[in-house]
């Protein structure tokens, strides 16, 4: 009796499969159903974009209609990454061209993106809807006039924090007017004002427009005609917020708002001026999300718009918020369940500083939900976030930054050790964490006992010796990114651990003590692993103990990268090098 | 040696870009204390905190050279201009990192300014009604013997002559050279790799075509001066 289930059945429930997780547990289970998988599987995501061939993925998902890639280590977001290290898209959209022409949507993070390339996407995929580039750099507004240009069903076109060479706003005139698919546009990232005119054509023709950011440029003026014909939004990201306007314009411009009855979201909001902030007030009931990271008022201002976003889930606000106005989001906005403050650079100097550890204390105290935390402080206490820890036992991401390195509790004096002890010890199903201050080899000792359910790490400045490396390699069961900096961990912990970086994704670490003789002797012992020495002085006349200025380590099935710069060494370029012997205790 | 890097510290340690240049010495002075315990040294405040004992050299050995032993250790990358700041810290994003700089340049005198901060209780003061400038151009310069390559925003000049009395300033906070005894030559690079002169090009459009800057000086050296 053939016990098999046929294909057609085992395609049919696959249909209802829609999480890669599930998808790749079910492409274990033997070969027919590893088959069926993955000539099913609609939606690829590969988030290290060096851990697999363009030509494997394409050859494996032949049906493959939306593809997510990632490049560069999260550490490039802060300028650590030189340039030309990589993350080029080109090879992959020339593979997908070619195997795979139906593909819809891309989205790219941390990924070297040319005009060549956007334009191979305008050419090479017929019914393209959608494109979203983060962090990515490398093109022009040229490039971005081809994708209006030629696809004729574009849904979506967002642009969030990319470099992009502005060569203009014309770009925006580019989309026909045959195009009527719109769903989300996002440019606020560009320098360069658009014509008015041609954006109001364009969302006179996009009924179905529901998210639209703009650029700075964008004026307050603008605005208002803007939302009177896109009503029905339901992200909007405004540009610059400080023009002077008559009494009459923001008569218009307040009406405008109130019109806005779908308003979920809204960001933006360049150089707002406080007598503006009231134009907000009609659309704040509905908010779910609020980003006033460029919003630079002083606290009063934020306070009133956020006494009036009783359903908050989301706020984004620098530190001019103060801790008295994060009592008042405590008080109002029981929703929230994430929270970032960024640095003004206002509080760093003042001794009477006016945001403290107290802020996030009063959130945490208060808002049940509360899952997710990016915190810039100047300096912390334990105590803090002992409370912080009691209140939030839910917490899912903790980041904070203490700004001052190595700052101590500024109460005690002692190190943050404790603190962060109490965050790992309570919140069991942390998965993401930062930690700053001043931290001893206890903290990281108190991380590896009880940060089972950790995936991603970053450190920075921090620890006193190799041990410390060790416990959270030897610790965190669940650890997939690990980034370090200017730490003094070395050798030893690296290589004693190294079977473990076979199930992580990747380790980065920069300006720490890990001598090249490591890094050689790693990759020896490693094959899997891609073992890249990004170093700017010339290796090959080192001696192995002198330590390089940045590791990045990831597992591979690609084996070593064609496209490595002069300044990234891996063994393969010298692959008869011997590993000289050493003391590793 | 090349790899040498001078941690001594500029005048304006307190003043801040916007309040992200934290002051080294605060960090060095914790740093410093943790290495003196380390090293055995009498320390009888109880309560303050003792590291365990630790080796930052590779081999166990103490450094051969007699050398500040908080530089084998410190490999921390400097960039930007006017102040000691460490790369990538604190970890923001460079929009919104751009952003500020450009809040903070606008009221504030191009070069020598001294950390200024926001005036938080009366903003509408601090606002000031300037066309939002023209995002900054970052130019390379690489001065002779330094190891190190700094970066400058070209759009904060607006003459030769400021250029290069800035970067002279900037350099000679690290060197040993006297100012007035050295000799300093600037070469220009343009984007293409074109060597461009000074004063050749007015300044505007030599401000758009800069690429690079290296400097070399002809500094009558202390140890040069023994010889002669």
Not at chain 1, 195 to 214: A, V
Not at chain 1, 260 to 282: A, C, F, H, T
Request: some cysteine.
């Amino acid at each position: 009796m053939d016990l098999r289930l046929p294909s057609k059945v085992l395609e049919h429930i696959l249909s209802f499969v829609d999480s890669n997780e599930d998808r790749n547990s079910v492409s274990l289970v033997c070969k027919s159903w590893f088959e069926t998988e993955r000539r099913t599987r609609k939606r690829v995501i590969v988030r290290n974009c060096y851990a697999v061939t363009p030509a494997a993925v394409a050859r494996r998902f032949p049906e493959m209609k939306s593809l997510t890639l990632k490049g560069k280590p999260h550490f490039a977001d802060y300028n650590l990454v030189p340039d030309g290290w990589g993350g080029y898209v080109w090879p992959w959209i020339e593979a997908m061209a070619a195997k795979c022409p139906s593909l819809e949507e891309l989205r790219l993070k941390r990924m070297v993106v040319t005009d060549e390339c956007l334009e191979k996407i305008a050419a090479s995929f017929k019914d393209f809807k959608v494109l979203v580039l983060t962090s990515c750099e490398g093109f022009s507004t040229d490039g971005l006039a081809a994708i209006a240009v030629a696809c004729r069903n574009l849904r979506e076109l967002e642009l969030r924090e990319c470099i992009v060479e502005d060569i203009g706003g014309d770009w925006l005139s580019y989309f026909p007017e045959t195009l009527t698919s719109l769903v989300s546009l996002d440019f606020s990232c560009l320098d360069s004002e658009v014509k008015l005119s041609d954006l109001e054509r364009l969302l006179s023709r996009s009924p179905n427009l529901k998210s639209l950011k703009l650029n700075r440029a964008v004026s307050l003026d603008a605005l208002g005609s803007l939302l009177r014909l896109a009503p029905q939004l339901v992200e909007l990201g405004t540009g610059s917020f400080s023009d002077k306007l008559d009494q009459e314009a923001v008569a218009k411009l307040s009406q405008a708002f109130s019109e806005l009855k779908e308003l979920k979201s809204l960001s933006g909001l360049w150089d707002v001026l406080p007598e503006y902030i009231p134009l907000l007030y009609s659309v704040c009931p509905g908010l779910t999300s609020l980003n006033l990271s460029y919003a630079t008022v002083q606290m009063s201002d934020l306070v009133e718009l956020i006494t009036r976003c009783s359903n908050l889930q989301k706020l984004w606000v620098m530190d001019l918020i103060e801790d008295k106005g994060l009592e008042v989001v405590a008080s109002s906005c029981k929703e929230l369940r994430e929270l970032r403050v960024f640095p003004s650079g206002a509080g760093l100097d003042e001794t009477n500083v006016a945001m403290t550890e107290q802020g996030l204390v009063y959130v945490s105290e208060a808002c049940p939900n509360l899952e997710s935390v990016l915190y810039f402080c100047v300096q912390f206490t334990n105590t803090a976030m002992v409370t912080i820890a009691r209140n939030r036992p839910n917490l899912k991401c903790f980041r904070l930054c203490v700004m001052e390195p190595f700052a101590p509790d500024h109460k005690t004096q002692k190190p943050l050790d404790e603190g962060f002890k109490a965050i790992v010890e309570r919140c069991k199903d942390l998965q993401r964490l930062s930690v700053s201050g001043l931290l001893t080899d206890k903290a990281f000792e108190y991380i590896g006992t009880h940060g089972k359910k950790l995936r991603m790490l970053s450190i920075a400045f921090a620890g006193d010796s190799d041990l410390m490396l060790h416990h959270l390699l030897s610790g965190c069961e669940s650890l997939n990114k690990l980034e370090i900096r200017d730490c003094p961990f070395g050798d030893t912990a690296l290589l004693e651990n190294a079977a473990k970086l076979k199930t992580m994704r990747s380790l980065w670490m920069s300006s720490c003590c890990v001598s090249f003789g490591a890094c050689k002797l790693l990759s020896q012992k490693m094959p899997k692993l891609n073992v890249e020495v990004i170093d700017e002085h010339p290796l090959e006349t080192r001696p192995d103990s002198s330590p390089v200025e940045r590791i990045y380590i990831y597992r591979t099935l690609a084996g070593p990268r064609l496209d490595m710069p002069e300044f990234v060494w891996t063994i393969h370029k010298n692959p008869e090098i011997g590993v000289s012997h050493l003391a590793i205790k | 040696m090349e790899l040498d890097l001078d941690l001594t510290l500029s005048p304006h340690t307190n003043s801040s870009n916007f309040g992200f240049g934290f002051d080294l010495n605060k960090h060095l002075d914790t740093k410093e204390k943790r290495f003196e315990t380390m090293l055995g040294l009498e320390n009888t405040e109880e309560d303050f905190y003792v590291p365990k004992p630790c080796s930052f050299s590779l081999n166990g050995q103490p450094d051969e050279k007699d050398e500040d032993p908080l530089e084998s250790d410190s490999s921390i990358a400097y960039d930007e201009e006017e102040n000691c700041k460490v790369v990538g810290w604190p970890p923001i994003k460079s929009s919104m990192k751009k952003y500020l700089n450009y809040r903070h340049h606008s009221r504030n005198h191009p070069y020598h300014h001294h950390g200024r901060r926001i005036n938080i209780s009366n903003p509408a003061a601090t606002i000031e009604r300037v066309r939002p400038s023209k995002s900054s151009m970052y130019v390379k310069v690489k001065m002779d013997g330094v190891a190190i390559t700094r970066k400058v925003d070209i759009k904060l000049f607006d003459s030769y002559e400021s250029l290069t009395n800035s970067l002279i300033t900037m350099f000679s906070q690290y060197q040993d050279c006297d100012r007035e005894d050295t000799n300093f030559k600037f070469t220009f690079q343009g984007k293409e790799g074109d060597w461009l002169l000074q004063g050749d090009a007015p300044w505007k459009i030599f401000a758009e075509s800069v690429h690079r800057i290296s400097i070399t000086r002809d500094c009558p050296c202390p140890y040069t001066r023994l010889l002669f």
